[in-house]
């Protein structure tokens, strides 16, 4: 159990605070919440500007949560050797006839290797921010971890992904679906902007003549990536991804990732779900989720709250996160180095 000394300060995290002004470093307002309606846990809740607002510090004195901030602590340590290990395999070219490298024949130009590098980059810059503001005892944040783990959690969720399946046609099938759910989604927000920007031409300095180019490039540029992905497909007799509306999600990758590891994947799902609505500034995941405390209450019926992260949700976060991220960085030096079997492949490589 972490007890500090008498001299030292408890960890701390941050609630709102009264009569602190706003500020990026602190976070956003103490709100007074009326109860409207009671519906059990279900209640209804009005919530309106209050004369004191902000963000302070609230030390941590509940022994059990004092207790799992030591044990995140402990695992936090592991980070900068994860991450030293990543920047070596990161570095390391994949043998000759290895897995990964006839996986990368198979895919042409969009490559597996690519494909987990960046996951890996990606869930590895979260992963040493959250050591950063984690490891030093002081403070839990708020909210600001939450973003933080859920990206660690999806990329090294997918490159766990893409590289845990021994059979070499799962791994380039799941490849082309998550080629699929990236070029639906950055589709869908290219013709979102095309669209806005010839709604409001004018206003941001467009000609016709910019937006029928830009869309002619658009739809090039579609063809280009998925012609790309049906060959694949058609290669591994996989049924075109791309002609439905039926795109693989982050909540099936990081659940099918703990899978991988013998782990559950309904906790991967219910992990990735709890975050992703703490991400998000939902009012109802936070008074479901987070710590919850009446400072005051009065005669008009008004309920002030103090509302505060809670350490066990960050504790299961960051762990998963960890412990996908050195099972992905496991997965991903096994496929760099061990020999793969051409024959494996349900036709000839490129």
Not at 100 to 106: C, T
Not at 199 to 216: G, N
Not at 224 to 253: C, L, N, Q, W, Y
């Amino acid at each position: 159990m972490l007890r500090p000394e008498p001299s030292q300060s408890q960890p701390r995290r941050h609630e709102p605070l009264a009569k602190l002004p706003f500020s990026p470093s602190l976070g956003c307002i103490r709100p007074r919440v009326t109860p409207l309606l009671s519906l059990g846990r279900h209640s209804v809740w009005h919530v309106t500007a209050a004369p004191r607002y902000g963000f302070r510090p609230l030390e941590i004195t509940d022994p059990e949560e004092l207790e799992l901030l030591a044990k995140l602590q402990k695992r936090l340590r592991a980070v900068p050797g994860l991450l030293s290990w990543w920047g070596r395999l990161s570095n390391t070219e994949p043998l000759s006839h290895s897995e990964m490298h006839l996986d990368d024949e198979f895919t042409g130009w969009s490559r597996i290797s690519t494909a987990s590098r960046y996951a890996l980059d990606h869930a590895s810059d979260n992963l040493r921010v959250l050591h950063r503001i984690l490891s030093d005892g002081e403070t839990v944040p708020f909210i600001a971890t939450y973003p933080l783990v859920r990206s660690a959690l999806e990329g090294a969720g997918l490159a766990l992904w893409l590289l845990g399946p021994s059979d070499p046609n799962e791994r380039v099938r799941r490849h082309v679906l998550n080629r699929a759910r990236e070029l639906f989604e950055e589709n869908s927000f290219r013709k979102e902007a095309l669209t806005s920007a010839g709604t409001h031409r004018e206003e941001l300095s467009f000609s016709p003549s910019d937006i029928i180019r830009a869309e002619r490039e658009r739809k090039e540029w579609h063809r280009t990536h998925r012609s790309e992905i049906t060959s694949i497909a058609s290669r591994i007799g996989m049924t075109d991804p791309t002609s439905g509306r039926s795109i693989v999600g982050f909540k099936k990758i990081v659940g099918d990732a703990h899978a991988t590891i013998d782990l559950p994947s309904a906790y991967g799902e219910m992990i990735w779900s709890q975050v992703s609505g703490l991400t998000h500034p939902s009012l109802l995941r936070a008074v479901s989720t987070l710590n919850m405390s009446n400072s005051t209450d009065s005669t008009d019926g008004t309920v002030h709250v103090s509302m505060s992260s809670k350490v066990g949700t960050v504790f299961s976060a960051v762990v998963a996160a960890l412990l996908l991220f050195k099972s992905a960085l496991g997965a991903y030096a096994v496929r760099i180095e061990q020999p793969g079997d051409r024959e494996a492949y349900l036709s000839t490589p490129l």
